[in-house]
Every structure is written in C-alpha cells, then in structure tokens.
C-alpha cells in the first residue's frame, strides 16, 4: 500500500485530474453546506407555500433554460480536447448557440405569460429567474472551457465567491422580512457576478473573449454532432422537473414546498456525480485513443467510485430520513420524510446515469442517450398521473424512483449498442465496487 501511495504522489497525470477535482470538490462541499443551512432558513421563513411558489418558478424555467444549455458541454470540451488549436472558434459557435437558444426561450416565455396571465405573481417570479439563466451565458462559455483544460479551479473561485454574496443578500432579505419576488432577483445578481468575475478571470489568465470567431463552419458541425444531445437534455430536463410542475398542478403549492424541501436534500448530493465526471472527462477521452482496455479500464473505475459514493449516502439517510427533516424544516413540513427516504435511493441511478452520460458522448451515441431519457420521461409523466392523486407527493418519489432505475440502468440492456455500458453497470451494482477497491490495492487509481 505504501509503494501505491509513493506511486500516486509522484503521477503526473494523476496530480493534474485530482488537483482539478480537489477544486471542484472544495467548491461543491461549500457549497453543499452553505445552501442547505441558507436554504433551510428561507424555506422556513417563506413557509410551504411560497417556498412551494419559488420551486415551482425555477422548475419552470429549469425546463426553458435546455434552449441555453443546448446539451453541448460534453461534445464541446470532447473537441476542445482534441482540437486544442481552434479554441477560440470552438468558443465562437458555442456562444452563437446560446445566444439564438436566449432568442428562443424569450419567445417561449412570453407564450407563458399570455397563458398563466391569472397567475400574476408566478409569472414574475418565472420571467426575473429566466432572466438570470439568460445571463449566464459568457459563464457558461468559459466554464466549459476550463473543463477541457482541466483547470476549473478559476471557475471554482468564481463560484465560491458567487456563493459568498448570494448567501448574504438571502440573510438579508430574511432579517427585513423582504417580498417573495427579492428572493427571485437574488438568482439574477447572482448570475451577473458569475458573468462578470469569469470574464475578469479569462482575461487575466486566458485571453479576452473578443478573440472568439464565428466559424459558421463549426457551428454546423456543433448544430449537427449536438442534436441528439440537445434533444436528450431536453427530455433530461423535464425528466427532472417534471414531477414538480405535476404537483404543483395537480395538488397545490404547500404540497410542492414539502417535496421540493424533501428533494433539496436528497438531491443536493448530486453536485458529486458532476465534479468526478467532469475532472475525468478530459482523461475518458484520451483513453479512448489509447485502446479499449485501458478506456473500459477507466470507465469501469468511474462507475464503480460513484456507486460507492452514492450508496454510502443513500444508507444513512434512510436510516435517519425522518429525523433530519423535522429537524432541520420544522413540523410544517411534515410528510417530507417518507420523500427522502424513498428518493434518495434514486441517487444510486442518477450517479450511474452521469458516468454514462460521458460514455455515450466518448461513443457519438447521443441518439441512443436521447431515447433513454425519453423513455425515463414517459415512465416518469406516466406513473406521476396514476401516483399522484392516489399516494400524493409519495407516489411522486416513487415514480422518479423506478424512472430513473429505468432510463439509467435498464434501458441499457434493451438497447444493443449500449449494452457494453450495461455490463459496466452492473458490475458496479452486484460486485458493490470491488473492482475498484481491489485494482487501488494493488495499482493505484492511473488516470494518465
């Protein structure tokens, strides 16, 4: 074990990725801690119902803002990898997407507020947080960049900082009893500080944004390589939000302010899955390069550190699901510990879900991403209706339970070309990761 320690320590390739996830992980866990204790103190000033309000607002606009995210950061960090030269036309046609994607989700929203015009204050609320996604765009160019380069510590340090103020103004809006709406105008300033530190940083470490070219040439070839993940993040996206739009519709808003305060703590760990991949992503691809053994040799060890990671969250929770929600949310949101415990185990999937969602982009089988995540969406929206009004917010968790079981593990293994990717699973899921805990033992984690 010494000799594998003596090992690690003097891996180049090593140091670099853990360097990179090290920032990553700082910034999440920060972050993990400061939102929930800043969240739960909104949540219980604002009470069920306008905390239910404010989640509904965002899970609205969450769906929207796939015309932003236009599911290409994996392809483009995928190019910036191996395109390392054209860079700056890369990050061109990257922004041109989300700039017409902006157009279009203005357009959308104005279709919204003609249709819920008798709910004035929803309204708002969706149009000031749909404003904020608008606004992070150049963050979101740069962002991916820094992926690619496997130095996101930069944007680690504007995320912190972001966290910092987001959380004070929270505070203060608290201690002056401030209006529904100033919570939602918090997301806007937010996002105008994320734009505005990340193009002070590009330009003292990088370049100026003004260096990136429109090649319509690339941006046809992002349009063409990236539907399919478009396609799938939008499926993906409403996948997510779907079941509190269904219960803020079907039930009330006191009911959707119980879930949504049960799923900010089971899903708030999923910042995990996200930081792991993302270092390692630039590492997948160069292994790919490399031959199969050595790529399947990585994506084994991806899979199997995040069912560890998330089984270990899952365990604990539902021992003590009850207990931690009375005692972090108060007596008002009583219910939403039977939705903790039961959603929490659907973490296990969306971790694996993530890992693979890296394997399919390494493969340019985003098509085939796309139908798991439509299928998960139909299960999803499917078993909601039956569920909901029979078992209410409970039969929402278990609908996103066998949902997401489905569209990230069973979906694999219906499809040919990604039952490689079912192997690797399940290898994970009944050998509880000893693939990975053994080849440590012996070799140490080797991500060149």
Request: overall charge positive.
């Given at each position: ?337 039977t939705v903790l415990v039961i959603h929490i185990w659907a973490s296990i999937f ?99």
């Amino acid at each position: 074990m010494t000799t594998n320690l003596k090992f690690l320590n003097n891996h180049k390739g090593f140091k670099k990725y853990f360097n990179n996830t090290s920032w990553l992980l700082a910034e999440r866990v920060l972050r993990l801690f400061i939102t929930l204790i800043i969240g739960l103190y909104v949540a219980r000033y604002l009470g069920p119902i306008d905390f239910g309000k404010l989640s509904y607002a965002t899970s609205f606009v969450g769906i929207l803002s796939i015309f932003i995210q236009l599911g290409l950061d994996g392809i483009v960090v995928r190019d910036l990898v191996n395109n390392p030269k054209i860079k700056d036309k890369i990050l061109g046609a990257l922004f041109t997407l989300k700039i017409f994607g902006s157009l279009i989700m203005v357009g959308l929203l104005i279709i919204v507020s003609i249709i819920m015009k008798h709910e004035s204050q929803i309204t708002l609320l969706i149009a000031i947080i749909a404003l904020s996604s608008i606004l992070t765009i150049v963050f979101d160019v740069i962002r991916v960049n820094y992926e690619a380069s496997v130095l996101v510590k930069y944007v680690s340090i504007i995320q912190m900082t972001q966290l910092v103020v987001s959380s004070i103004l929270k505070l203060y809006c608290v201690a002056i009893g401030a209006h529904l709406l100033w919570f939602a105008i918090i997301y806007v300033v937010d996002t105008l500080l994320l734009s505005g530190l990340s193009i002070v940083i590009y330009r003292n470490k990088t370049g100026s944004i003004r260096s990136w070219k429109v090649d319509w040439g690339i941006v046809k070839k992002l349009i063409v390589d990236g539907w399919p993940g478009f396609l799938s993040g939008i499926a993906g996206v409403i996948y997510m939000k779907i079941d509190q739009i269904m219960i803020g519709n079907m039930i009330d808003h006191n009911a959707l302010g119980i879930y949504s305060a049960a799923t900010r703590l089971s899903t708030a760990w999923y910042f995990l899955p996200m930081v792991i991949v993302t270092s390692l992503t630039p590492a997948i691809i160069k292994a790919k390069q490399q031959g199969s053994k050595i790529y399947y040799d990585r994506i084994q060890k991806l899979h199997d550190l995040l069912f560890i990671v998330a089984i270990c969250i899952a365990i604990p929770t539902s021992i003590i699901g009850d207990t931690i929600v009375l005692y972090l949310f108060g007596s008002d949101y009583l219910g939403a510990g039977t939705v903790l415990v039961i959603h929490i185990w659907a973490s296990i999937f969306v971790f694996l879900g993530v890992a693979g969602g890296r394997w399919y982009v390494a493969e340019n089988l985003l098509v085939i991403s796309f139908y798991r995540h439509l299928a998960g969406l139909i299960i999803n929206i499917t078993l909601n209706i039956y569920m909901i009004p029979k078992f209410g917010i409970v039969g929402a968790a278990i609908s996103t339970l066998i949902s997401y079981s489905f569209s990230s593990y069973i979906f694999d293994v219906i499809n040919i070309r990604s039952r490689p990717l079912f192997i690797v699973k399940s290898k994970s899921l009944f050998f509880f990761g000893g693939y990975l805990i053994k080849d440590i033992y012996k070799n140490g984690l080797r991500f060149k």
